[in-house]
């Protein structure tokens, strides 16, 4: 009897290759988090966690310690919120990718650090995947 794909990805040489890491999406639009979510798993990240306010994601990071978080910049526009968004970077050394759509260039150039990347809205399932990539492998270095 021939074996099931998913057999061999379970107990095989595939399940070795899948990436670990752990990778919060913070987005308030749900199909919109949703979608990220699923380029995320169709790229091999299975170890994702969503996230639909800053508030909430400052309540998961520390359970779940993610490698990586994808963040609508629009959450981080004012006032405490972009203090918390701050924070995921300085308290808890952890990379973000801003997904953003209308962010002024200055506010770019403020942000850029080792642990700041961003992705201009709107993207593609490429873009994201490639990102995400590149970012994961300068934190293993």
Do not use: W
Request: charged residues 35%; proline residues 5%.
């Amino acid at each position: 009897m021939p074996k099931l794909l998913y057999e061999g990805v379970l107990s095989g040489e595939l399940m070795k290759t899948l990436p670990s890491e752990k990778i919060l999406v913070v987005e308030h639009e749900r199909i919109i988090a949703m979608d990220i979510d699923c380029i995320l798993r169709g790229s091999g990240y299975t170890d994702t966690t969503l996230a639909f306010s800053i508030e909430e994601a400052m309540r998961k990071i520390p359970a779940i310690k993610p490698d990586l978080v994808l963040i609508d910049d629009q959450i981080c526009g004012v006032g405490d919120e972009k203090d918390d968004c701050r924070k995921i970077v300085e308290s808890f050394n952890i990379p973000i990718l801003y997904l953003s759509s209308s962010s002024p260039l200055k506010l770019r150039r403020d942000r850029r650090d080792r642990y700041t990347h961003y992705l201009h809205k709107p993207f593609d399932a490429d873009e994201v995947s490639s990102s995400v990539k590149r970012i994961l492998s300068k934190g293993r270095k």
